[in-house]
């Protein structure tokens, strides 16, 4: 790992200390916007951690954005700005950091002096003085952006790449005596190719005695208002929309992250007296941190290190190109979630049963099997027998060249009045999430935990289904060995559950969870769906799941979402709807799989069997065959052209300008008489600009030239119920 560390005590000003080292000096060419779309073609310019001319600022740049820092009398961000539109977030310093150690709140870093909030003029900065009760910089080190997970792929990926760019460390420390063995380093990462900077705090107590982090705000930006308001609460005007944040502390089976968050705060700012709104109401400052972890008791020697806050700079309003930008982020940052293994969803009562299901996955080009809920595996059960049988069936799978593994329910049961999750309110079980949950911290939390890691490792299975994982449940108990009592509750439950997804992926291990813990490893969340609606006539589910399909891949890659075909009867229903014997339904079966395997999105295919006769075996081979050989394409991006009605034709374009096959367009004909439609379909984010080679299936190519809008023009006709696919090069 490439290193650069600067020290001192600040015998020196810090912008001698800077100057004694070797950063290289910024070019003020970078100062130019990017002349081209990044999500087109890649940037050149490289993540780089650069020094002004004077000396005085640490400038990070990596094409995309800028951010620079004044580093004397104290540190302080004084500049955001996201060079694809030149568009400046930032209009006044604020503090780094914010830590309230045993009930007294201290910043770290800051300047002061800053009299219009509106604004911020880079001469203005000379003037500003630091408040020597803050926490102050000390030094900095430079080092190359080390792997987050180091996760071990087994399975087909989009991505095996790990990110690359520069992370800086700045160290901080208290001059008060109380708080000298107290060391604070603000990390930032800053990523190649990507408009992103990812931002986390580290604290590392020294002292004697432990000390209670009350609260860790890890980021705190004074933005520029989206709007003005004269008159208008915070809730009702618009946040920043120049910037994406997201952080790896979500929870609540939203299968969204803007609901799962739990930490990002747009709060007022009482500095900020120039603003529009009557009342010095305007949502302008962000603040990142845990509402639900109130008390986190550090002891002498520990490590605490806060929620990782991903800002992502956006440069349009536009939906389509906004979920782009945040699907980019996740397929570099999190490359694991490209992950995308074609699986079997089995419902097994023994073990014959799952043996004659990997037959059929390794007949038909399946390349996993899951062991659904309802199935006969339990790996909780870690008892000799237990793991010899299972032991047994994945050296079986793996002589196939399949993959397996289990579902296992963690949070909405009930374990024992000692184990499960203590409601505040009353001091009894319940108040969870899902009403009675167990605590992660309790006994049997830990336990369950450590069997699953136990059952893993000795039965070599490589595949994990987390049902009900852990939502965010705090807890009153003061007995359970995982964490002290109701203040800590819910940040060493969620550890815990990192803790237990870091291991998996270091074990090459794959998991399913519906929650959202991408940044720690899961790799897929539902795609969003209801249940009940698979009771529906089989008419009616292929629509609704084309519209989870549009809906539940704007900001998810297809890769991070399964979707839902029960074989058999599921939720009620009748004959209409389900699927078995699957040879008598053999036309809607292959399009519900099209529908997924065209959107790139793998559904959990349950029920006992892939095939019940040698016609069926041949539809899910040629069904399977098809997306292989289109695979590295639908698993690129998704524009979506327009959502499944029941009214007309619907459908998506993958694009993907890095490969031969740049576009595949899906179209769907729901109606039950022959479709004739001439469609425009925008080709801007394949990267094409003239002209386009267009197949329509496997008949011969021809070429279409593109407008001005990067458009063509596509007549179609589709039988009633039917779709088609169009590639284009």
Request: charged share 25%; aromatic share 12%.
């Amino acid at each position: 790992m490439k290193k650069l560390i600067v020290t001192g005590l600040f015998i020196f000003t810090c912008v001698n200390l800077i100057a004694q080292v070797n950063i290289p000096v910024y070019n003020s060419s970078f100062n130019k916007l990017t002349e081209s779309d990044w999500l087109l073609s890649p940037v050149k310019q490289r993540a780089g951690v650069y020094k002004s001319q004077d000396g005085k600022n640490i400038i990070l740049y990596n094409g995309l954005l800028k951010r620079v820092f004044r580093i004397s009398p104290n540190l302080a961000c004084i500049d955001y700005k996201n060079m694809s539109n030149g568009q400046q977030l930032l209009r006044a310093v604020k503090p780094e950091a914010r830590i309230t150690i045993d009930g007294t709140e201290y910043n770290v870093g800051g300047l002061y002096g800053q009299k219009e909030n509106a604004y911020l003029l880079p001469e203005w900065v000379d003037g500003f003085t630091k408040n020597e009760n803050d926490f102050q910089f000390d030094s900095f080190e430079v080092n190359d952006i080390p792997a987050f997970i180091n996760w071990k792929c087994k399975t087909w990926t989009m991505n095996k790449n790990q990110p690359t760019g520069k992370i800086i460390s700045f160290h901080y420390r208290s001059g008060l005596p109380a708080l000298k063995g107290i060391l604070v380093t603000v990390h930032y990462e800053l990523y190649d190719g990507l408009p992103l900077i990812v931002k986390w705090l580290s604290i590392e107590n020294n002292l004697s005695k432990e000390v209670k982090l009350n609260r860790v705000v890890n980021e705190v930006l004074a933005f520029v208002e989206e709007e003005s308001a004269v008159v208008g609460k915070p809730e009702q005007m618009k946040k920043q929309h120049g910037i994406y944040v997201e952080t790896n502390y979500a929870f609540n089976n939203a299968m969204r992250y803007d609901i799962s968050d739990q930490t990002t705060h747009w709060k007022v700012d009482p500095a900020y007296m120039s603003q529009v709104n009557y009342n010095y109401e305007t949502p302008c400052l962000l603040e990142v941190y845990p509402e639900k972890a109130p008390g986190i008791e550090l002891q002498p020697g520990e490590l605490f290190n806060s929620v990782r806050t991903h800002e992502l700079l956006m440069d349009s309003y536009d939906r389509e190109r906004r979920g782009l930008m945040i699907r980019r982020m996740y397929y570099t940052v999190a490359p694991w979630t490209t992950q995308n293994p074609i699986f079997m969803h089995l419902v097994s009562k023994d073990d014959q049963q799952v043996r004659d299901i990997i037959d059929q996955c390794a007949a038909t080009g399946y390349e996993a099997v899951i062991l659904s809920f309802g199935s006969h595996c339990n790996m909780e059960d870690t008892s000799a027998a237990n793991i010899i049988r299972w032991k047994t069936l994945t050296d079986y799978a793996h002589q196939k060249k399949i993959l397996i593994g289990s579902y296992s329910l963690f949070s909405s049961r009930r374990i024992s009045d000692e184990d499960d999750v203590i409601d505040p309110k009353t001091g009894k079980p319940g108040g969870a999430f899902f009403g009675n949950a167990p605590c992660f911290g309790s006994k049997w939390g830990i336990a369950y935990s450590n069997k699953l890691k136990y059952f893993i490792s000795q039965t070599g299975f490589d595949l994990f289904e987390n049902d009900g994982p852990y939502p965010g449940d705090v807890c009153a108990s003061t007995t359970h060995p995982g964490h002290k009592g109701l203040d800590d509750s819910q940040w060493r439950q969620m550890e815990m559950q990192k803790s237990l997804y870091h291991w998996l992926n270091e074990k090459g291990v794959y998991i399913n969870a519906p929650d959202w813990y991408f940044f720690d490893g899961t790799h897929k969340i539902g795609i969003g769906y209801r249940e009940v609606n698979f009771s529906l006539p089989r008419e009616q589910q292929m629509i609704l799941n084309r519209q989870n399909i549009n809906d539940g891949t704007i900001e998810k890659n297809a890769s991070m979402s399964w979707g839902f075909v029960p074989l058999t009867k599921y939720q009620g229903g009748g004959a209409e709807a389900v699927l078995e014997p699957l040879s008598e339904h053999l036309k809607d079966y292959e399009q519900l799989m099209m529908q997924y395997y065209g959107a790139g999105v793998q559904a959990c295919y349950r029920g006992p069997r892939l095939y019940d006769t040698e016609e069926t075996r041949q539809t899910v081979i040629k069904v399977i065959s098809w997306y292989k050989k289109y695979r590295a394409i639908l698993n690129s991006d998704i524009i979506h052209l327009r959502r499944a009605d029941g009214r007309d034709w619907d459908g998506w374009l993958h694009v993907n300008p890095a490969l031969k096959q740049k576009g595949l367009l899906m179209v769907f004909n729901p109606l039950k008489e022959k479709l004739s439609r001439t469609l425009r379909i925008p080709l801007y984010y394949t990267g094409l600009k003239d002209s386009a080679q267009v197949r329509i299936k496997e008949g011969d190519p021809f070429t279409v030239k593109l407008n001005r809008a990067y458009e063509i023009t596509i007549t179609l006709e589709l039988e009633p119920e039917t779709y088609t696919w169009i590639t284009i090069e």
